[in-house]
């Protein structure tokens, strides 16, 4: 939940969201009080118009401005100043179930399972709901597995694993080093964060994520495989950590606001580049005359609301080509661009239009041109 929107200001509170009274109440001379001193006579004062805090998210101005100050240093990766600010909103109200939750979410992207569920259940105790009893459960269930996997560290990876020879892990280093590499040079971006990866047995990834049974990796904060299904180092698994080390990417580079079919269709794009991809479920689209729209494919709720697998293989593929043609027309530079556009809270359609000067149906028509050329249609 996005209370309001704020910007982080290290240890200042923002006076313009004080009410008339406290300011009245608060007033002193800046010039002749240290910043930690202005800081806490704010804070004494405004705790006496707190409101009540038995809602379970933030109540109070500067309550709302410190949290959301803190999802914008954790969208920008910077978690140590969301933790900062979290922590700030807590103070003005205790009972803040968004703030511990967020917490929780940078301890497990910290890789500190323990805090992480520390904080999930203070959330759920204050405000109950079923997305934070699944991530409480869910952390549970990867403390549990994750007791018995082994680390391999090799910056800037970690790797979590349950049993391989020290040859495949090197070996493994070394393709995920490469790959690495490579989508730094491709997307001119090196990230701040250290690079987590987690190998699972397919009964453990299958019990911790509920995927469908063709999902054969996700990131969510951590690159997670089910490398056992063919051995460590399989001939799928280069491609394999293309795509998902590329989710990595991308979630710095859009502060984790990229949309699902540029998401997907940038990782199938640098996928590609390690084992080409077939597009049989797209060229039969075309035959049949039922090629996803744009519109369709743009919007997240539908995307997200249709479990069939069919739909899902037609969402890749016409994703990826569509990212592609956007890469070969205007340069790989602004589908990088378009990342930020995105990171900086813009739709679709004012992010498109701002990147390449064409809004979604200039650039629909212009893409299903080349499509129709590569795959013709029926006449």
Same mark, same amino acid.
């Given at each position: 939940?996005?209370?309001?929107?704020?910007?982080?200001?290290? =240890?200042?509170?923002? @006076?313009?969201?004080?009410?008339? /009274?406290?300011?009245?109440?608060? /007033?002193?001379?800046?010039?002749?009080?240290?910043?930690?001193?202005?800081?806490?006579?704010?804070?004494?004062?405004?705790?006496?118009?707190?409101?009540?805090?038995?809602?379970?998210?933030?109540?109070?101005?500067?309550?709302?401005?410190?949290?959301?100050?803190g999802v914008e240093a954790y969208q920008a990766h910077d978690y140590e100043l969301a933790e900062e600010?979290?922590?700030?909103? !807590?103070?003005?109200?205790?009972?803040?179930?968004?703030?511990?939750? @967020?917490? #929780?979410?940078?301890?497990?992207?910290?890789?500190?399972?323990?805090?992480?569920?520390?904080?999930?259940?203070?959330?759920?105790?204050?405000?109950?709901?079923?997305?934070?009893?699944?991530?409480?459960?869910?952390?549970?269930?990867?403390?549990?597995?994750?007791?018995?996997?082994?680390?391999? %560290?090799?910056?800037?990876?970690?790797?979590?694993?349950?049993?391989?020879?020290? %040859?495949?892990?090197? $070996? !493994?280093?070394?393709?995920?080093?490469?790959?690495?590499?490579?989508?730094?040079?491709?997307?001119?971006?090196?990230?701040?964060?250290?690079?987590?990866?987690?190998?699972?047995?397919?009964?453990?990834?299958?019990?911790?994520? $509920?995927?469908?049974?063709?999902?054969?990796?996700?990131?969510?904060?951590?690159?997670?495989?089910?490398?056992?299904?063919? =051995?460590?180092?399989?001939?799928?698994?280069?491609?394999?950590?293309?795509? %998902?080390?590329?989710?990595?990417?991308?979630?710095?580079?859009?502060?984790?606001?990229?949309?699902?079919?540029?998401?997907? =269709? !940038?990782?199938?794009?640098?996928?590609?580049?390690?084992?080409?991809?077939?597009?049989?479920?797209?060229?039969? +689209?075309? $035959?049949?005359?039922?090629?996803?729209?744009?519109?369709?494919?743009?919007?997240?709720?539908?995307?997200?609301?249709?479990?069939?697998?069919?739909?899902? +293989?037609?969402?890749?593929?016409?994703?990826?080509?569509?990212?592609?043609?956007?890469?070969?027309?205007?340069?790989?530079?602004?589908?990088?661009?378009?990342?930020? %556009?995105? #990171?900086? #809270?813009?739709?679709?359609?004012?992010?498109?239009?701002?990147?390449?000067?064409?809004?979604?149906?200039? !650039?629909?028509?212009?893409?299903?041109?080349?499509?129709?050329?590569?795959?013709?249609?029926?006449?």
């Amino acid at each position: 939940m996005r209370v309001r929107s704020g910007f982080f200001l290290r =240890g200042w509170l923002v @006076l313009g969201l004080m009410s008339a /009274a406290v300011l009245n109440s608060a /007033a002193v001379n800046e010039s002749s009080r240290s910043e930690k001193e202005l800081m806490d006579g704010q804070k004494r004062e405004w705790r006496r118009y707190q409101a009540d805090d038995s809602a379970g998210v933030p109540t109070t101005s500067m309550a709302i401005e410190f949290y959301n100050q803190g999802v914008e240093a954790y969208q920008a990766h910077d978690y140590e100043l969301a933790e900062e600010a979290l922590h700030q909103s !807590l103070e003005m109200n205790g009972r803040n179930a968004l703030a511990h939750e @967020l917490l #929780g979410d940078i301890a497990l992207a910290r890789h500190d399972l323990a805090q992480a569920k520390e904080h999930y259940r203070k959330a759920y105790l204050v405000e109950p709901s079923e997305s934070r009893r699944s991530k409480l459960e869910k952390n549970s269930k990867e403390i549990g597995i994750e007791d018995s996997f082994l680390t391999y %560290e090799q910056e800037p990876f970690l790797i979590k694993y349950k049993a391989a020879e020290k %040859e495949d892990l090197a $070996k !493994l280093s070394e393709l995920l080093d490469g790959t690495y590499r490579t989508l730094k040079a491709t997307l001119d971006y090196t990230p701040r964060s250290e690079l987590v990866v987690l190998l699972y047995e397919d009964q453990e990834f299958g019990d911790l994520f $509920k995927t469908p049974h063709w999902v054969s990796g996700l990131y969510d904060g951590k690159v997670r495989l089910p490398a056992y299904r063919f =051995g460590v180092l399989n001939a799928l698994l280069p491609a394999l950590a293309a795509h %998902e080390m590329t989710h990595a990417f991308i979630a710095e580079l859009a502060s984790g606001k990229a949309p699902a079919w540029l998401n997907e =269709g !940038l990782a199938v794009t640098m996928e590609n580049q390690v084992t080409p991809r077939s597009l049989d479920i797209l060229r039969l +689209a075309v $035959k049949t005359k039922t090629v996803l729209p744009l519109d369709v494919m743009m919007s997240e709720k539908k995307v997200a609301e249709n479990q069939d697998p069919i739909f899902s +293989a037609l969402f890749y593929e016409e994703a990826f080509h569509f990212v592609s043609y956007l890469a070969d027309t205007y340069g790989f530079f602004k589908v990088r661009r378009l990342l930020a %556009e995105f #990171g900086k #809270g813009s739709d679709y359609d004012q992010a498109l239009r701002e990147v390449f000067k064409s809004g979604p149906e200039t !650039l629909e028509k212009a893409w299903k041109a080349a499509l129709y050329k590569q795959f013709p249609p029926p006449a």
